[in-house]
């Protein structure tokens, strides 16, 4: 069972969520250069890909000598794999003492040890405990959610009602029957469930005994966050997980600002063009590297997802980074003034305020400097104001870190739908 220490803010499932910062940064990168060894030894791959970067385990000691080796992403994964099957040269342990694949859109086969306990440290910090009875509905096929999460809602004391996905009226029928006080799945199949329950005549906060939900593979919108706790009194949590490199990589405690990394990984936030690490509040792509799975070498692993990440000190004790949250996809994202863009954050920043109807993010250059332009329409011609304008571009400061440079109110009907969105017009000779 858990190792648990009690302090006057928070529970925590181990030592590791509250290690010092000078002791995590040891630790990482004493895990790390260990890793990194042991998977040059015995994933052909990695020792491939190392001798190509004309760089030696002795070389990465430290996580910040990650940046020597380059980021590997899905379809370098799915294109390896196809070339040497079964695993791309990414099994660090013989074929014959693999105890579980997966299977991941691609396909991408990926193996695992059954020992993870850390996932738990999610479901802890969410506050699941012994006498939860917890239904999963993540899909126990091919994917590893379902067992992965079944066995850490398990390393907490809980009971897991084995749901699966799919069959909504029957798992309304379970949730009501077992009293079930749990949820684990993503936020919209909650809904779908809160609303279907109450089609068939029922009074969700008063028939159901559901206390607590945590969720993954989507983003739970603040909107809908509110509901759930504040109408259904369901205390909500979320956490951060991918596949490929083996789970659920970072995790929110009660503050709900933020996602904790898990010690188990090295996450880096860098530039998804140079791979570069960034600093705190820099908006890059999260990679990822397990230091904790012997089965599985996948060093520097780009998931695509573009983040930033805090130092600040949570009041909840654990003392990890945490990341702010998925703010969009690397192809999504355009490089101005050294720093990303993310299409669907600037449009976040835009649309908070109820005046605006479609814009674009015009990208130009001139004089050697790089220059954004937002051209926007309005709901109506006659909010413009130079206020708008001033709190409008504090806004897409405070959100995407970056100033507009000029903001054009253009007619109504000039954007066309397609078009909405970041528009690179830089050019380059
Ligand atoms: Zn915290």
Same mark, same amino acid.
Request: proline letters at 5%.
């Given at each position: 069972?858990?190792?648990?220490?009690?302090?006057?803010?928070?529970?925590?499932?181990?030592?590791?969520?509250?290690?010092?910062?000078?002791?995590?940064?040891?630790?990482?990168?004493?895990?790390?250069?260990?890793?990194?060894?042991?998977?040059?030894?015995?994933?052909?791959?990695?020792?491939?890909?190392?001798?190509?970067?004309?760089?030696?385990?002795?070389?990465?000691?430290?996580?910040?000598?990650?940046?020597?080796?380059?980021?590997?992403?899905?379809?370098?994964?799915?294109?390896?794999?196809?070339?040497?099957?079964?695993?791309?040269?990414?099994?660090?342990?013989?074929?014959?003492?693999?105890?579980?694949?997966?299977?991941?859109?691609?396909?991408?086969?990926?193996?695992?040890?059954?020992?993870?306990?850390?996932?738990?440290?999610?479901?802890?910090?969410?506050?699941?405990?012994?006498?939860?009875?917890?239904?999963?509905?993540?899909?126990?096929?091919?994917?590893?959610?379902?067992?992965?999460?079944?066995?850490?809602?398990?390393?907490?004391?809980?009971?897991?009602?084995?749901?699966?996905?799919?069959?909504?009226?029957?798992?309304?029928?379970?949730?009501?029957?077992?009293?079930?006080?749990?949820?684990?799945?993503?936020?919209?199949?909650?809904?779908?469930?809160?609303?279907?329950?109450?089609?068939?005549?029922?009074?969700?906060?008063?028939?159901?005994?559901?206390?607590?939900?945590?969720?993954?593979?989507?983003?739970?919108?603040?909107?809908?966050?509110?509901?759930?706790?504040?109408?259904?009194?369901?205390?909500?949590?979320?956490?951060?997980?991918?596949?490929?490199?083996?789970?659920?990589?970072?995790?929110?405690?009660?503050? =709900?600002? +933020?996602?904790?990394?898990?010690? %188990?990984? &090295?996450?880096?936030?860098?530039?998804? /063009? *140079?791979?570069? =690490?960034? +600093?705190?509040?820099?908006?890059? %792509?999260? &990679?990822?590297?397990?230091?904790?799975? /012997? *089965?599985?070498?996948?060093?520097?692993?780009?998931?695509?997802?573009?983040?930033?990440?805090?130092?600040?000190?949570?009041?909840?004790?654990?003392?990890?980074?945490?990341?702010?949250?998925?703010?969009?996809?690397?192809?999504?994202?355009?490089?101005?003034?050294?720093?990303?863009?993310?299409?669907?954050?600037?449009?976040?920043?835009?649309?908070?305020?109820?005046?605006?109807?479609?814009?674009?993010?015009?990208?130009?250059?001139?004089?050697?400097?790089?220059?954004?332009?937002?051209?926007?329409?309005?709901?109506?011609?006659?909010?413009?104001?130079?206020?708008?304008?001033?709190?409008?571009?504090?806004?897409?400061?405070?959100?995407?870190?970056?100033?507009?440079?000029?903001?054009?109110?253009?007619?109504?009907?000039?954007?066309?739908?397609?078009?909405?969105?970041?528009?690179?017009?830089?050019?380059?000779?």
């Amino acid at each position: 069972m858990a190792l648990v220490r009690k302090t006057g803010q928070d529970e925590f499932f181990d030592e590791l969520e509250v290690m010092p910062p000078e002791k995590r940064k040891k630790y990482l990168d004493q895990k790390l250069s260990q890793t990194v060894t042991y998977a040059y030894s015995h994933a052909p791959a990695i020792k491939e890909m190392m001798d190509r970067a004309g760089v030696s385990p002795s070389q990465v000691r430290t996580v910040k000598a990650l940046e020597k080796l380059p980021v590997t992403r899905k379809a370098d994964l799915i294109e390896m794999q196809k070339k040497n099957l079964p695993y791309g040269g990414f099994a660090a342990i013989p074929h014959e003492d693999i105890e579980r694949v997966f299977i991941s859109p691609g396909p991408i086969y990926e193996i695992q040890p059954s020992s993870i306990k850390w996932f738990a440290k999610s479901f802890w910090a969410a506050g699941f405990r012994k006498g939860d009875v917890v239904i999963n509905t993540f899909t126990y096929h091919m994917s590893p959610a379902g067992i992965l999460f079944h066995e850490a809602i398990r390393d907490c004391g809980a009971t897991v009602v084995v749901a699966g996905t799919g069959n909504t009226d029957l798992q309304i029928q379970i949730m009501k029957d077992l009293k079930v006080t749990g949820f684990v799945g993503t936020p919209s199949f909650l809904m779908t469930v809160i609303k279907r329950a109450e089609e068939m005549g029922n009074n969700f906060k008063h028939d159901f005994s559901v206390k607590r939900a945590w969720f993954t593979g989507e983003m739970l919108p603040p909107s809908l966050r509110v509901t759930f706790e504040d109408v259904y009194n369901i205390a909500t949590s979320q956490a951060y997980a991918v596949t490929e490199p083996g789970g659920a990589i970072a995790y929110e405690c009660r503050q =709900q600002s +933020g996602m904790h990394l898990m010690d %188990e990984y &090295v996450t880096e936030i860098a530039d998804p /063009e *140079t791979g570069k =690490q960034l +600093g705190p509040g820099e908006i890059g %792509e999260i &990679v990822v590297t397990p230091i904790h799975n /012997e *089965t599985w070498g996948l060093i520097r692993f780009g998931t695509g997802d573009m983040s930033s990440y805090i130092t600040d000190a949570c009041p909840c004790g654990r003392t990890a980074s945490r990341i702010t949250g998925i703010v969009g996809r690397t192809g999504d994202a355009v490089k101005v003034r050294g720093m990303f863009v993310v299409a669907k954050q600037a449009e976040q920043a835009i649309k908070s305020f109820s005046q605006a109807s479609r814009f674009q993010l015009i990208v130009g250059r001139r004089q050697h400097r790089d220059e954004i332009t937002l051209k926007l329409e309005l709901a109506d011609a006659g909010d413009v104001t130079t206020k708008l304008a001033d709190d409008l571009n504090q806004k897409f400061q405070d959100t995407c870190r970056i100033k507009i440079d000029k903001i054009e109110f253009v007619e109504a009907g000039t954007i066309p739908e397609e078009k909405e969105g970041i528009v690179d017009e830089r050019t380059w000779e």
